[in-house]
């Protein structure tokens, strides 16, 4: 069946009527369709749709969980007014085309980012430990293996001897037991600037990409907003908000109490995983994926990464051990990288 069909069934009209406007893409095969129509939609279905195509993939089944997960804990999310988990098509509410990260060029960053705090306390409020998978060692430690195999093996082309492979195990191995020691809570696991949207008419954010929310560390989404691979703030500034969010944690008595140079530490050891991370999955997306494009935020997620080995490498032997031979053995490879040079310039 065509989708056409499928949504001419629905709408009562003919495949003909209807014409399907690609609007955006992101780091997944998810395609997004903005749909227009000769015939008016049905009653109670909002003016503007958009067709979402997911291939399997793309965790469908758990999208539809999670969507009504976080509508039932009032957290503003697209409606769905249709699905096809077979074929993976979904009919849901249009959000229009301002994202968080663009509204930061014209309203005050303060407001919205208690907006976007208050929504992150709102999903950390969703009871779904039962519910959700387990942001568990194992789903850590995945993670974080994508970093030696996708940004060093593969876009460095860097062959790691066996003390090399004992640093970034023995860093790991710091990172996952940091995470592990946090409140568990729900975690969208991809909670930046580019996943918010701003509704056209009430300001309201409202949040997008949700498919992979597990249940785990309390301080994984927060830094994911606040050390965003796509906004830089001043440490102070990150620092500020990060009160303001334990503030609205204690507030809404998600945690019982958070002492916050505890929370510190964990912020920052949740930053250097995703990040870490991160380096692995953008030259992914590059090489595997034909998206060069995440090479351009290269720069930002290094500079995080070595800001944070830079904080603590005084405290932590592990911590200091794994940025000497990043500094190295690392930098060197990736300042003879051609796109390394032109993308950090």
């Known amino acids: 069946m065509l989708v056409e069909t499928w949504l001419a069934k629905y709408i009562n009209c003919e495949p003909s009527e209807i014409d399907l406007e690609l609007i955006a893409g992101d780091a997944s095969p998810r395609r997004f369709?903005?749909?227009?129509?000769?015939?008016?939609?049905?009653?109670?279905?909002?003016?503007?749709?958009?067709?979402?195509?997911?291939?399997?993939?793309?965790?469908?089944?758990?999208?539809?969980?999670?969507?009504?997960?976080?509508?039932?804990?009032?957290?503003?999310?697209?409606?769905?007014?249709?699905?096809?988990?077979?074929?993976?098509?979904?009919?849901?509410?249009?959000?229009?085309d301002r994202t968080f990260h663009q509204a930061l060029a014209s309203e005050p960053s303060d407001q919205l980012y208690d907006h976007a705090l208050e929504?992150?306390?709102?999903?950390?409020?969703?009871?779904?430990?039962?519910?959700?998978?387990?942001?568990?060692?194992?789903?850590?430690?995945?993670?974080?293996?994508?970093?030696p195999e996708w940004f060093l093996g593969k876009a460095l082309e860097l062959t790691l001897d066996d003390d090399a492979k004992r640093i970034v195990a023995g860093l790991s191995?710091?990172?996952?037991?940091?995470?592990?020691?946090?409140?568990?809570?729900?975690?969208?696991?991809?909670?930046?600037?580019?996943?918010?949207?701003?509704?056209?008419?009430?300001?309201?954010?409202?949040?997008i990409d949700f498919q992979?929310?597990?249940?785990?560390?309390?301080?994984?989404?927060?830094?994911?907003?606040?050390?965003?691979?796509?906004?830089?703030?001043?440490?102070?500034?990150?620092?500020?908000?990060?009160?303001?969010?334990?503030d609205k944690l204690l507030q809404r008595n998600v945690v019982d109490?958070?002492?916050?140079?505890?929370?510190?530490?964990?912020?920052?050891?949740?930053?250097?995983?995703?990040?870490?991370?991160v380096l692995g999955v953008f030259s992914r997306l590059w090489l595997r994926d034909e998206k060069p494009a995440y090479l351009a935020d290269l720069p930002v997620v290094v500079d995080y990464v070595l800001d944070?080995?830079?904080?603590?490498?005084?405290?932590?032997?592990?911590?200091?051990?794994?940025?000497?031979?990043f500094r190295a053995d690392v930098l060197p490879a990736l300042n003879q990288q051609s796109w390394w040079q032109e993308r950090s310039l």
């Not at 701003?198 to 409202?206: I, K, N, Q, R, T």
């Not at 994984?220 to 440490?235: E, G, I, M, Q, T």
């Not at 109490?257 to 991370?277: C, E, N, S, T, Y």
């Open 33 to 96: 369709f903005r749909l227009h129509c000769t015939t008016n939609l049905p009653s109670g279905v909002p003016a503007g749709v958009v067709l979402m195509k997911s291939p399997p993939t793309e965790n469908n089944e758990r999208f539809v969980l999670v969507q009504g997960l976080l509508e039932t804990g009032s957290v503003r999310v697209p409606r769905l007014i249709l699905a096809d988990l077979a074929e993976g098509w979904f009919l849901l509410e249009d959000l229009g």
């Open 308 to 325: 944070t080995c830079d904080r603590y490498s005084d405290s932590y032997e592990t911590v200091d051990i794994f940025q000497r031979w």
């Open 119 to 147: 929504t992150l306390v709102a999903i950390a409020s969703v009871p779904v430990e039962a519910v959700l998978p387990t942001y568990d060692a194992g789903r850590l430690q995945v993670e974080l293996d994508v970093f």
């Open 173 to 207: 191995e710091l990172l996952v037991a940091s995470a592990l020691e946090q409140p568990a809570i729900m975690v969208h696991r991809d909670y930046h600037s580019r996943n918010l949207m701003v509704m056209p008419d009430s300001g309201e954010l409202a949040v």
């Open 212 to 246: 992979d929310a597990v249940f785990g560390p309390l301080t994984y989404d927060a830094v994911s907003l606040l050390k965003d691979c796509y906004v830089v703030w001043p440490r102070d500034q990150q620092l500020k908000w990060l009160s303001d969010y334990r």
């Open 257 to 277: 109490a958070l002492d916050f140079d505890r929370l510190v530490v964990w912020f920052d050891f949740m930053g250097l995983q995703r990040h870490i991370k």
